[in-house]
């Protein structure tokens, strides 16, 4: 059974003009694009969506970083979706993640890591639900 999973590149990477490159990674790795869009995302949307980080010292700086320019979201779907989007990100903190990863590649600090991705199955289907209606993520 294919599994489903929320992709979101971040500001930084968006600014740095490499959308096209991190989506070319989940599509060679085997993650198919399902839904796509991009957004700005306002201050109590980002709030939200981090609501579980929200006792963190980094919340109020994160919320800010996510509101800082659009970024790009999406509904990946394939084998094991969750955890093979994880892989192909590479580890939060930058300095660990593997070669060949998107936050090794692309990541300079461990706020600005390029990509979020859900950490489980349970949370994919609470974040894809947050940004994407039934309708709009399609099967091909
Ligand atoms: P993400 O996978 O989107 O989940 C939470 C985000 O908080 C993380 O990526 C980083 O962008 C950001 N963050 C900032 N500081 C830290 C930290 N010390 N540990 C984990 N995440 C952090």
């Keep these: 059974m294919p ?4 992709s979101i590149i971040k500001p930084d990477a968006v600014k740095k ?5 991190i989506l070319q990674k989940f599509e060679e790795n085997g993650l198919k694009i399902i839904a796509l869009k991009m957004v ?24 800010e970083f ?16 969750v955890e093979k989007n994880r892989e192909i990100m590479g580890a939060t903190d930058f300095k660990k993640a593997k070669e060949g990863t998107i936050r090794k590649e692309f990541a300079t600090d461990i706020e600005k890591n390029a990509v979020h991705g859900s950490d489980s199955t349970q949370n994919a289907e609470i974040e894809i639900e947050f940004f994407f209606k039934k309708e709009n993520i399609f099967s091909y």
């Design 17 to 21: 003009h490499v959308i096209g490159k």
């Design 3 to 6: 599994q489903k999973t929320l």
């Design 66 to 81: 996510m509101t800082s320019s659009p970024v790009v979201v999406q509904v990946l779907e394939g084998e094991n979706a």
């Design 40 to 63: 700005h995302l306002k201050k109590e949307d980002a709030k939200k969506f981090y609501m579980v980080h929200k006792d963190k010292p980094f919340y109020e700086s994160l919320v």
